[in-house]
């Protein structure tokens, strides 16, 4: 579903390159991690993958279609929810979503079902006429998911989707996830929850300084790296200095 | 086909959508209709004064009269006469001397003194006299009047509150001697028909009338440059209105560069931009959205000149015979207010940026566009300067299509000036924005 090729970035005034020649190849129909630290360009790459981003070098194919010559059919095909809360906070939940909805090309009674369906699924359907400014950080987050996905998107990525909810609304998060993937969607997803990622995760790709660490099945790795779960090998692959 | 229909439907949803924002915001809402209109109410009263003509003004003229003579009688007549002056001899029951209307004024508690000094009126006749005695013996008239060598030093003092502006000076100074001229000239027909009279017992008084009559022959009269029924004179209704209409519209940009920036760091940016399609649909759907209210505001500040402000004391606005033109201009106005809006948006990276700059530089643009005070009072160099700010330009073509009956076609190129406005605008932020992408 996704190929990465000699991936390079570097931002005007940065200091230093994001990505330096970075190269992952995740396949389809799998639950992906894009794991690492602080300033490891995770953002980058996924913002890289929506095209958000112009890379400065390398190649970037989402579901068959590379990011610099067919972005348009990308953005169809997949659905992203950025780390921030990317809606609206003076408008309704309803009212974002049916402002997405109608943005995608959706419309009407089918627009509205759809709607009421993710809002029952991710239990907002209460509040589906209250401003998000009023809504907790849970109830934002999980509205933010549905903005992604009322479009069917076959690849669902998402930026640290759980930060900052309580142990509920990540449990439901989660749930959802692992149905929406068995309904035969890929999902790439980053998170610093690594006991999240191990239990979600087929496939885990950690990356450093913007460039490949380690990447394959998850349990395999934590197994070969002689390592207790995901975290205690991601410590043991990126160090335990504390990044910035 | 399919893609234009997509993209005119994302632009209908943009538009909703922008105004289901815009009406959460009821106070903004109000705010950004009612102040303008507040604003242009209140500079068309403030500036009424120094537009109107001094002579619709009543002045209160602390006059006093050293002379008792023939001369100063009729300059203190024709004062009275007027509307504009209202004399004041006495204050607190005191009669005024030189020294009182000095203190007076100087305290700015009158604005003019006029102090008309002894034997005035003596030394007019006698100049008045002298000037029928050459005139008679050249025509032969036998009758001879008295006169005297002149006497210098017989000027009539005229005392102004220090505080007092320079046009207002020129404007009683100017009546003055319209007044004064008038007696002399008055006063030496006079003199010349009374040696006249010595050489022909028949005539009269008339003789006099008949040459002040001839005197008043070649009259002035202000003419209108354009059709009769065309409104032609300018006041302060006629020029603050639109003139704070424009800067009112053009303060459409705190809302544009609020929202752009809000979406940028509340995120909602990043969504549409994810979303598949062109940006410029959403872009343009929110364009005609703030496009319009520029319009509606715009309309309503018009509207207030034109019903309002007549229940004010103040003449009604007359917005001229092109209601067609005037809607396109306010649209170009409007867009152009919005596409600056766009720009501010674009640039600044926080509200606490954007909305000082943005304002200021309206005030700024204000200013050298004729929106404070005409262009054509300016100095060269500033008329010149007007040229790059687009409220200028936007004000030439309202003044064009209420005050000088200014057809579409006219008005044309001034209204591509405004898009060029635009279109710079635009270019900038769109550089601005691609260099943000990197």
Known sequence: ?244 | MQKKAASVSRIIATIINECRLFLKDIAGLSLLLLMPIVLTVIMALIQDAPFREYQNIRFDVLWVDNDHGQLAKKLQEDFSQTKQFHLVTSVDDKVLDDAAVKALVQKGKYQIGIVIPNGLSAEVINSANQIANDIGSKIGAPGKLPQRESRPGNDIQVYFDPAAKQTFKLSIMNALEKFTTKSEAELTLSRLAKTMKSQDSDTNDSVNIDLQNRLRSVGIREASPVNANIYSATNSVQHNVPAWAIFGLFFIIIPIAGNMIGEREDGSLTRLKLIPGSYFDILFGKLFFYVMVGVVQFYLMLQAGVYLLPHLGLPALYMGHAPISLFITAIVISFTATSYGVLIGTVFQTANQALPFGSISIVILSAIGGIWVPVEILPYALQQLAKVSPLHWALDIINDLFLRNGSFYGILPKLSMLLGFSAVFFIIAGVVEKRRKR
């Open chain 1, 1 to 244: 579903m996704l190929q990465i090729n000699n991936l390079h970035k570097t931002y005007k005034h940065a200091p230093e390159p994001s990505l330096q020649g970075l190269n992952i190849q995740f396949s389809t129909g799998i639950i992906a991690g894009l794991l690492g630290p602080n300033g490891a360009g995770k953002t980058t790459t996924i913002s890289i993958i929506c095209g958000l981003v112009a890379p400065d070098n390398g190649d970037v194919v989402v579901l068959g279609d590379n990011v610099r010559s067919e972005l348009d059919s990308i953005k169809k095909k997949i659905g992203v929810v950025p780390q921030s809360i990317a809606l609206y906070p003076q408008l309704s939940v309803f009212e974002n979503l049916q402002y997405v909805g109608k943005l995608y090309g959706l419309k009407g009674t089918a627009l509205k079902d759809k709607i009421y369906h993710y809002l029952k699924i991710f239990g907002l359907d209460n509040n589906a006429k209250k401003s998000i400014k009023h809504f907790s950080g849970g109830m934002k987050r999980r509205a933010n998911i549905i903005a992604a996905l009322l479009h069917e998107p076959v690849l669902l990525i998402l930026d640290e989707p759980t930060a900052g909810v309580d142990v509920q609304s990540r449990n439901m998060i989660m749930d959802f996830l692992k149905m929406y993937n068995a309904q035969g969607h890929s999902i790439i997803y980053t998170s610093h929850l690594l006991e999240e990622a191990q239990e979600l995760c087929d496939e885990v790709a950690i990356i450093d300084n913007g460039k490949l660490v380690v990447h394959g099945n998850t349990e395999e790795l934590i197994s070969s790296h002689h390592a207790n779960n995901l975290e205690d090998l991601f410590l043991k692959i990126t160090g335990t200095k504390v990044r910035d």
